[in-house]
């Protein structure tokens, strides 16, 4: 009988090393890059183009949430290269140390990135070592012209009692708490305790008129004409009035996020300098540009801006705002663990009234 | 060692890779905290008035849509079986009587065939405000029907994605009841009545325990249904737990959660299992 588990173990053992050989064999002739970006958040033809050029294997996951990404990037169980987290994320990462600087010089393509945008990154990469933007926007209200009275400009529409079950929110802590507290004049990054009471409230309220709290459906339910208002990112909303030119996007006169995601290293990367020159790639106007016409969402690279053919496109205020002309736009940031905890538990509080 | 053992290694390793160390996992984190100490919080969590209201939900929605199944499934199975009954039998025995309950088989059986998810997507297209339902009431000019994003609409899943596993237990335990008996107490005066409370519904009674378990328990632990059919205005014990993973990112309360749901589950087996001793009910 031991013998046989024996036998057993030793099968166990050589199909894993086999497995692992089955890892090894995949290398592109020069190496290999893992990246973690998000679902839907490149042209699947850019990253073959890297491929055939560079002769770097990409080996490419994403991730849903920046919250599911950060225990698997933290656990090690694949060790990442390139990962494009958001802002307040892109802090958390600096804070605990998680992040290697970025060799610029390596990256020669960054002079495409506009240096606003590098300005903007000081709020969570103070000294711009660790990120490089890839995609921003905004978050605003997009609506349905054929089903309100009148244009919207302001939060407080998402209370207003004749849109009662045509609301859409964003279900998602952050968001949702920054759409109250910029209604009522805050920062959405208070940590105050009356504040975020006042937001919770206002939350709570605002729950019976609310027709369903979604995020990515918002798209797909605003285009069918299933509800008039709802809480949107630019990117989708660009997407959406494509498909559905009733739709209107705007960006509240109170204010809003404006939310940048960033190529980082991990400090753990093996394959810093193939993760160098991903990133080098991305950063290549003629690939930001099929990467914006894929997935739509504001691309900071000013170079490639220049290449949109559309007109209406390059000049969109959606997608390329000029941020100069509105008032209170902030960044998310980290808020710690005992911030985090306190937003998670106030919306837990609105989630289940 | 003798030879079943040696046959059953297969799945003695399966069941520890994807069964015991998951679970073991489950219970360090839910019984630990940040720093790794023993802390019985997590699942003491489940007091606080916002976790205990969604088990209250949970609890309740998954209840009423168990007892909806059982309506629903045992008249289903009853149908189903008299076909058989009567073949059984030399009754009534007609080639239109068994092509007539293959019909019912195969449209029971048949939604089965796809994914759990794709179902419960098409039912959101159904119910929504301009969805297919509600645009053929429209036009034959009737009220609009108005439960999606509601208690409603995630029973309504419930039961539609459930009831397949009330139908088949209770089935087969009608199927194992022998028409003699039945014939038997006819004989001695009995009517359908007394037949079906005296006879047949005590001899189904472990198969509606195990259809029961069956449609309670994942009715109780779901968290998907709630998302798609109520808007994620409802927020079910299972959702509750899964945004603690994906969006708190706080893996010890979920799992502490996890615990005290578990136990539910295990309750609710023990009391199949009293019941149902001789195995008669159970088996899919």
């Given at each position: 009988m031991k013998k046989l588990y024996c036998l057993i173990f030793i099968l166990c053992s050589s199909l894993s090393f086999l497995l692992t050989g089955c890892g090894n064999s995949a290398f592109g002739e020069n190496g290999q890059v893992i990246v973690y970006n998000w679902g839907e958040y490149i042209d699947p033809m850019a990253i073959d183009m890297f491929e055939e050029e560079t002769g770097i294997k990409v080996i490419y996951e994403e991730f849903e949430t920046n919250e599911i990404m950060y225990p698997k990037m933290v656990s090690g169980s694949t060790v990442y290269d390139v990962i494009c987290p958001s802002d307040y994320m892109i802090q958390k990462m600096i804070e605990n140390d998680l992040l290697a600087e970025i060799n610029f010089d390596h990256i020669p393509n960054v002079v495409n990135i506009g240096t606003q945008y590098f300005e903007q990154s000081k709020e969570f990469d103070p000294e711009n070592k660790y990120s490089i933007p890839y995609c921003f926007g905004t978050v605003g209200i997009l609506y349905n012209k054929t089903m309100v009275k009148e244009p919207i400009d302001s939060w407080a529409v998402l209370w207003d009692e004749t849109y009662y079950d045509n609301i859409l929110m964003q279900d998602s802590v952050r968001d949702a708490f920054m759409v109250a507290l910029k209604l009522n004049g805050y920062s959405m990054n208070t940590l105050n305790q009356t504040e975020l009471e006042t937001a919770k409230n206002a939350l709570i309220q605002q729950k019976k008129l609310v027709q369903a709290y979604v995020i990515d459906q918002v798209r797909d339910k605003m285009i069918s004409g299933e509800a008039a208002i709802g809480v949107i990112y630019s990117g989708e909303a660009i997407y959406t009035i494509r498909e559905n030119p009733d739709l209107v996007y705007v960006i509240p006169k109170e204010g809003t996020n404006v939310w940048i995601d960033s190529w980082v290293i991990p400090k753990n990367a093996v394959n810093k300098e193939n993760a160098e020159a991903f990133i080098n790639f991305m950063c290549r106007p003629d690939i930001a540009l099929i990467n914006f016409e894929y997935i739509t969402y504001s691309t900071p690279n000013t170079a490639a801006q220049a290449l949109i053919e559309d007109n209406d496109i390059r000049t969109s205020p959606i997608a390329f705002?000029?941020?100069?002309?509105?008032?209170?736009l902030e960044t998310f940031q980290y808020l710690g663990v005992e911030g985090t905890e306190l937003y998670n538990n106030l919306w837990k509080e609105v989630k289940v009234y | 060692m003798n030879k079943k053992k040696l046959l059953g290694t297969p799945y003695f390793i399966w069941s520890t890779l994807f069964i015991l160390i998951p679970l073991g996992i489950v219970f360090y984190y839910g019984l630990t905290d940040e720093s790794g100490a023993f802390t019985l919080n997590n699942v003491m969590a489940i007091s606080s008035p916002g976790h205990a209201k969604s088990l209250w939900i949970s609890l309740g929605l998954s209840l009423v849509s168990t007892l909806i199944c059982l309506f629903l499934a045992y008249p289903l199975a009853m149908i189903l079986c008299s076909g058989d009954h009567s073949l059984q039998t030399g009754f009534l025995s007609s080639k239109s009587n068994a092509a007539h309950k293959n019909i019912i088989v195969l449209i029971f059986i048949l939604p089965m065939w796809m994914n759990f998810l794709l179902r419960t997507l098409a039912w959101q297209t159904l119910l929504e405000k301009t969805g297919v339902i509600n645009n053929i009431l429209a036009f034959l000019h009737l009220p609009a029907l108005k439960?999606?994003?509601?208690p409603y609409a995630i029973i309504l899943g419930m039961v539609y994605n459930f009831l397949p596993f009330m139908v088949l237990p209770v089935y087969n335990s009608l199927i194992k009841i022998d028409p003699n008996v039945i014939h038997a107490a006819r004989d001695l005066g009995a009517n359908e009545f007394q037949v079906f409370t005296k006879i047949t519904l005590p001899l189904t009674t472990p198969g509606i325990i195990s259809g029961i378990t069956m449609v309670f328990i994942p009715a109780l632990t779901t968290f998907l249904i709630s998302k798609l059919l109520g808007g994620g205005k409802i927020l079910l014990i299972g959702n509750v737990i899964e945004e603690e993973f994906t969006?708190?990112?706080?893996w010890h309360l979920g799992s502490g959660l996890s615990i005290v749901l578990m136990m539910f589950i295990i309750f609710n087996m023990v009391v199949s299992a009293v019941f149902d001793k001789d195995g008669k009910g159970g088996t899919l």
């Open positions: 705002p000029d941020l100069s002309l509105y008032k209170n | 439960i999606i994003n509601t969006q708190a990112s706080n």
